[in-house]
Every structure is written in structure tokens, then in C-alpha cells.
């Protein structure tokens, strides 16, 4: 766990006895920053016993000198699309799987795969794909983002695919989710969309609103009815105003919902974040990528569902119209860009990027902090926040880079 280390060195023991279970030697990460629940412990350690974070090491533990670095909880990611150029929207499994892995080398250690608005037969087949990474724990499960959003507000999905939100369809998807549905995006204003709040609510499910043209009024009452998420707050939906606040101001006042956020200084001005972490506080916040192929990967033309895009200087657009279509985002990139650039307290981030996300899910039992009895998923940054190293589950993804 997270104490100050006492002795403190780089000597290893000649042997070392290996976890029972797993084979791996015990290993201590000593002298680090360390950003717990409770608050920021310098010159503490972290200990690792297998697959899982320790309260107390064995004598003949390796010991690993971090000095000078911080370590933070793996981060969490509810809202991605894909990456390393490949797509969890239309890809085999090997192409999730390469997605998954490109962001797992930038500190993603627990991630949602997201769908785009495609038709039904289709988005159920492969909720069944994407169901089966579920159950070998390479994902933390599904979220639909569509087809069920206003055309007023589609962004980057296809307007011919678009639908209400009927409460059969919607209950078609959780089915084919096998158990893994998290979470879908939808227009509560829409016919059917409060119903559909009401069985994801009974199912589960998180109902988050998105892509929306909906009134103040009526994002209150799906609220009321069980939403708890706001879809990427800012984008696909109205603007905030005087005298027609719209969804926002619903979004940000209410202690029920927690708001993504995508800090990739594209889709947010610094203010609006500054005003969404103002009223929501660090609690409600969950900063996610809605990343898509290009994340990790590069410049050049892509298929965001049915939809061509163009990746130009990491800002990915559609090639028709030019709308906005996910990013090319990596939670290393959001973390360090809130830290110096919007100047957030370090312990709020990793709340958003981390805890937060982890407690939405259900998951905050295994993920989310640097707590015994935890998944050993880690995340080891310098103190220009730029990444050094990765765990997750016990194993290094990314080796530390400490010279």
C-alpha cells in the first residue's frame, strides 16, 4: 500500500519468493508521489502482491526506486471508439483487441468499448462480439452512443440510421449485451425516451443523455426518471443560454449526474471546462476520449460507422460537412493537459479520470485508487505528467522509463 517507505534503496536480494497464484515476485514501488483517496503522500510506496495491490510487504520484495515520479490509479475510460487504427465499431476481434492495447499503453487500464448509430441487426451482432471481450475481461462492457439521438443534434453519426428510443428496441441491445450493456447515449426528449429511461434504469444500465435537442425542462425530468450521465457535456446539444438554459444547465446543477468530459483542447474551451468542474465539482466529473481509429495512430482518412472522416493535425472531421467525429484523444494526453494547461489540482483529475468513472460503473471495488485489496493498475508519470510507465493487473504494459 501507500507508506512512507523507511528505508528506502535500489539493493535487491539474491532470491525472492514468488506470489503463490501467479508466480510473480512481490514488488514495492518506493519513494514516489502518491495520489490516494485521502490525499497526496510523498516519499510513499506502493506494494504488489500478484495481481493485486498489498497493505504490507514481504522482506524479500523487489524494490523499485521511483523517485521523483507520481503514481496514480490506472485510468477509466467509459466513452472510446477505437484506436491504433483499428475500431470498436466495425472491427474483428483482433481489431479490438489492437484498439484496446494502443490505449492501454497510455494509461488506460479499464475501457468501455463504444458503438456508433448503425442499423439494429447490426449494432446487436456486435454487441455479441464485443460481449465476449467483456467476458474475458478485456473490456469493462458496451455503450451504444445511438441510434437512438435527435437529428438536430447527430454529429458524427448517419441520419438515416437514426431512431426514437422505443423501449423494445432499446431492451433488443441490452439482450444482445449479454449482461454487458454499461451504458446508452440517447435523446430523452424523443418519443419513447423517457420509457427507455426507466428500463435501462431497471436493467442496470447507465441512461445517459446526448446528442440532444431537449429543453431544460424535459433533461430535468429524464433525470428524474433515472438518467445519471451526461454525453461529452457541451457537445451535441444546445448551447447554453439566459433565457432557454437547455440541457447544460439541468446537467451541471444536478448532484445525480456525472458529466464526460473530452479535454483535448478541441471539443472544450478552457472556460467551459473551467465552468463544468466549477459547478459540478471534481465528484461528477469523468473526463473520457470518444476516441476513434486515429487515437495513437495518425493523420489520414478513416470509417466512423458508415461515415468518412478525415484526421487533419489530430482533429478528426467529417468529410461531409465537417462536423467534429470522436478524437484522437489518450487519457495520458487529457491528464497532463488538465494539469498544465487548465491548472486543475492533481487529486481532481485523477478523481475524473479514475474514481469517478470506476464508482459509475460499479467497478470501484477492484479499480479507480491505490487502495489494498485493489486490481495492481497503475499509472507512473514524471513530474512534467508526461508517461512513464503502465500496470494493469500486476503487469507492466509499459516498462518504467526512469533514466
Known amino acids: 500500500m501507500t507508506t512512507p517507505p523507511g528505508a528506502r534503496g535500489t539493493a535487491r536480494p539474491a532470491t525472492y519468493d514468488p506470489h503463490p497464484a501467479t ?18 503522500v510523498k516519499d510513499g510506496r506502493v506494494i504488489i502482491d500478484g495481481t493485486r495491490i498489498t497493505g504490507s510487504a514481504p522482506e524479500n520484495a523487489e524494490i523499485l526506486d521511483v523517485q521523483d515520479h507520481y503514481l496514480v490509479p490506472g485510468f477509466v475510460d467509459l466513452h472510446n471508439h477505437g484506436g491504433g487504427g483499428a475500431s470498436f465499431t466495425s472491427g474483428t476481434p483482433d481489431d479490438v483487441l489492437k484498439g484496446i492495447r494502443t490505449h492501454r499503453t497510455h494509461g488506460t487500464t479499464t475501457l468501455v468499448a463504444s458503438t ?8 446487436a451482432q ?17 455503450h451504444f452512443e445511438g441510434p437512438f439521438i435527435s437529428p438536430c443534434r447527430k454529429g458524427a453519426h448517419s441520419e438515416e440510421l437514426l431512431r426514437d428510443p422505443d423501449p423494445a428496441e432499446v431492451r433488443k441491445l441490452i439482450d444482445a449485451a449479454r449482461g454487458h450493456a454499461r451504458m446508452v447515449t440517447l435523446a430523452t426528449e424523443l418519443p419513447g425516451g423517457l420509457d427507455s429511461v426507466r428500463l435501462l434504469a431497471e436493467h442496470g444500465v447507465i441512461a445517459a443523455i446526448g446528442h440532444t435537442d431537449a429543453t431544460y425542462e424535459q433533461t430535468a ?5 433515472g ?29 445525480r449526474i456525472t458529466v464526460e468530459l473530452i479535454n483535448d483542447g ?7 471546462l473551467q465552468l463544468a468542474f466549477h459547478h459540478a465539482r471534481a465528484h461528477r466529473v469523468a473526463f473520457i476520449t470518444d476516441a476513434m481509429d486515429a487515437a495513437g495512430f495518425g493523420d489520414g482518412r478513416y470509417l466512423l460507422g458508415p461515415l468518412e472522416v478525415e484526421v487533419s493535425e489530430g482533429v478528426a472531421r467529417l468529410v461531409e460537412g ?56 497503475l499509472v507512473l508519470l514524471d513530474h512534467q505528467f508526461d508517461l512513464k510507465g503502465v500496470m494493469r493487473r500486476g503487469e507492466w504494459v509499459v516498462d518504467p522509463q526512469l533514466g
Open 23 to 40: 508466480g510473480k515476485t512481490p514488488l514495492v514501488l518506493s519513494g514516489a508521489t502518491v495520489i490516494l483517496p485521502t490525499g497526496t
Open 116 to 123: 456508433v448509430t448503425g442499423d439494429m441487426d447490426f449494432l
Open 126 to 142: 456486435r454487441a455479441g462480439l464485443l460481449s465476449e471481450l467483456a467476458e474475458q475481461g478485456d473490456i469493462a462492457g458496451i
Open 221 to 225: 425530468e429524464a433525470i428524474d426518471a
Open 227 to 255: 438518467a445519471t450521465v451526461a454525453t461529452h457535456l457541451f457537445n451535441a446539444m444546445p448551447p447554453l443560454g439566459h433565457r432557454t438554459p437547455g440541457p447544460i444547465a439541468a446537467l451541471l446543477e444536478d448532484e
Open 266 to 272: 478541441t471539443h472544450l474551451h478552457p472556460a467551459a
Open 322 to 377: 465537417g462536423s467534429i467525429a470522436g478524437s484522437t484523444l489518450t487519457l495520458d494526453r487529457a491528464f497532463k493537459r488538465a494539469v498544465t494547461v487548465d491548472r486543475l489540482p492533481v487529486e481532481d483529475v485523477v478523481a475524473a479520470l479514475s474514481a469517478n468513472p470506476a464508482r459509475l460503473l460499479g467497478l470501484d471495488d477492484r479499480i479507480g485508487s491505490l487502495e489494498p485489496g485493489k486490481d495492481a493498475d
